[in-house]
T-cell receptor
Framework: KNEVEQSPQNLTAQEGEFITINCSYS?????LHWLQQHPGGGIVSLFM???GKKKHGRLIATINIQEKHSSLHITASHPRDSAVYIC????????????FGTGTRLQVFP | EPEVTQTPSHQVTQMGQEVILRCVPI?????FYWYRQILGQKVEFLVS????????KSEIFDDQFSVERPDGSNFTLKIRSTKLEDSAMYFC?????????????FGSGTRLTVV
């Protein structure tokens, strides 16, 4: 079964800083998901990626299939980026069930 | 952008009562899911639903839980007799072709509080 680990658990930054959140997984499943959870609890899908890099605005997600590692980067961080960022992957090859990391709580101060 | 809509956003219920959590998935999506997150814990899978039947369920999804797509647009999660430990945020999600190819869209969640 896949295991998903994230680091760090908590992250504080000053506005404008470059942020990196890491995710590693144990089984090389086809796709990894990055999600954002707002303080109110709602979840938004940010990226699904299976290779290389994806960019959306100030968010960049990369994945290294060989190392089973993915990173989420935020450039020019802003207080509105404060949220919990979660990575998730399929539990195994024969299921669509996602398993989730514990999340990284990011706080960006002005 | 199309959304998955969940209602209510917050529900408080007495222990032992039945609750129904409602979700309206994106209209051309075929795969539907419920996940939950107990406060301070990871998001965990409950059940997946495709072609009007459960395709997979977790150990959490016991006989107290059921899902239904009663009218082709709503997707509901029923808890027959709530327990204190059912207090959690419940998320509905949908996908067009299955999340391995197309990814999920999540709803904003229903916070269930059992007292």
């Amino acid at each position: 079964k896949n295991e998903v680990e994230q680091s760090p658990q908590n992250l504080t930054a000053q506005e404008g800083e470059f942020i990196t959140i890491n995710c590693s997984y144990s089984v090389g499943i086809s796709a990894l998901h990055w999600l954002q959870q707002h303080p109110g609890g709602g979840i938004v899908s940010l990226f699904m990626l299976s290779s290389g890099k994806k960019k959306h605005g100030r968010l960049i997600a990369t994945i290294n299939i060989q190392e089973k590692h993915s990173s989420l980067h935020i450039t020019a961080s802003h207080p509105r980026d404060s949220a919990v960022y979660i990575c998730a992957s399929r539990e195994s090859y024969n299921t669509d069930k996602l398993i989730f990391g514990t999340g990284t709580r990011l706080q960006v101060f002005p | 952008e199309p959304e998955v809509t969940q209602t209510p956003s917050h529900q408080v219920t007495q222990m032992g009562q039945e609750v129904i959590l409602r979700c309206v998935p994106i209209s051309n999506h075929l795969y539907f899911y419920w996940y939950r997150q107990i406060l301070g814990q990871k998001v965990e899978f409950l059940v997946s639903f495709y072609n009007n039947e459960i395709s997979e369920k977790s150990e959490i999804f016991d006989d107290q839980f059921s899902v239904e797509r009663p009218d082709g647009s709503n997707f509901t999660l029923k808890i027959r007799s709530t327990k204190l430990e059912d207090s959690a945020m419940y998320f509905c999600a949908s996908s067009r072709t299955g999340p391995t190819n197309y990814g999920y869209t999540f709803g904003s969640g229903t916070r269930l509080t059992v007292v």
